[in-house]
Structure formats: C-alpha cells, structure tokens
C-alpha cells in the first residue's frame, strides 16, 4: 500500500512539472493590451459616411495553481460621427448573437478558466457581461447582458501550445456551440 502511495505522488509531481513546463513552453500565460484608432473617414477618401473608431483591448492569462490558468478580457469600442449600422461595435461573448447588441459605445468584459486535467485534455468555463449604448452616458443605465458557458481543450500541438475544442454557451436568450481553434478572444 505505502508503494502505490508513494507511485501516487510521483506520478502527481511530474504531472504538476510537466504542467508547469508546457505552461511555461506554451505561452499560455501573460498579458497583452492593443488599441486601434481609426481618423475619419468619409469624403476624402470615397467614402459615404464620416466617422472615427477607437478600440482599446486587453487580454491577460495567469497561473492559479500548476494546473489552472485564468484568464480575462477587458475591451472597449467606441464611434464617433455618422457611422453605418454595420460598423457600430457590438458585445462580443460566446452565447450572444452578433451585432444583436449594438451601439456606439460597448464595453465588454469576459473571464475564462481552464483546467488541464491531463497533459493534452482540459476543461473550460467561462463568464462574461457587456453593455452597448449610444453615448458613453448611455452606458450607466444599458441593458447589462451576460454570458456563461463551458467546454473542452485538446492540446494539438505541444511544440506550440496549439488547442482546439468546444464550447457550449448561454446568453439572456438562447444556447450556442462553438467551434474553437486556437484562443476565443482573438
């Protein structure tokens, strides 16, 4: 019995390294911030409407314990002038519709949490709320929508931290299933 105990913690402690290891190889973890600006366009440049973008995003992966990393979105998307209903941001989360929540001014923040049960296999979960308004007033008294959801990680390829896997979400109105290849906040 003290053997397979003992074979039990080994077992644990290279499974626990070797996490860390393909934590460390696979450049799960860390953090980046990106912002785009877009200057008005209109009839300089052919175009039929005059406005401006600004988009401002980050994105932050962190270690919880050997086996867990947790990660979280923060981005902002605002329009300024007379934009055309297809350039308008939207919230963006797993389990909402595209463009179903639309606005000038969008705020989205979404939190995700994955455990790798064995070297190659993990499970996800995931929440999120966002706003979308015509105004950045607006926003304090938007609609607050919310996401939550679940799914599972294959580590594809090792030598790049490659996943694929499923997701199953929930928005305020209906079910989704996603296919996910790579990260789902690209």
């Known amino acids: 019995m003290a053997e397979l105990t003992e074979i039990r913690e080994q077992v ?58 947790a990660g979280l979105r923060a981005d902002g998307q605002f329009v300024a002038g007379d934009a055309p209903f297809y350039a308008l941001p939207f919230v963006q989360l797993r389990g909402i519709p595209a463009m179903r929540y639309q606005g000038t001014d969008v705020l989205t923040l979404e939190t995700e949490e994955r455990w790798m049960v064995t070297p190659r296999w993990g499970l996800v979960g995931f929440a999120g709320i966002g706003k979308a308004a015509d105004g950045f007033e607006a ?12 799914g599972f990680r294959y580590l594809t390829a090792r030598e790049f ?20 290849f790579g990260n789902s906040w690209n």
């Open 139 to 150: 926003l304090r008294d938007a609609e607050t929508v919310w996401n939550a959801g679940g």
């Open 12 to 69: 644990r402690e290279r499974y626990a390294e070797a996490a860390v290891r393909a934590t460390a190889e696979g450049g799960c973890c860390g953090s980046a911030a990106t912002s785009s600006c877009a200057p008005e366009v209109g009839e300089v440049f052919g175009g039929d409407y005059d406005y401006r973008e600004l988009h401002a995003k980050a994105v932050g992966y962190w270690p919880v314990l050997p086996t867990v990393v």
């Open 161 to 180: 931290g490659l996943q694929m896997g499923v997701d199953v979400a929930r928005g305020p109105e209906q079910w989704a299933i996603y296919v996910v």
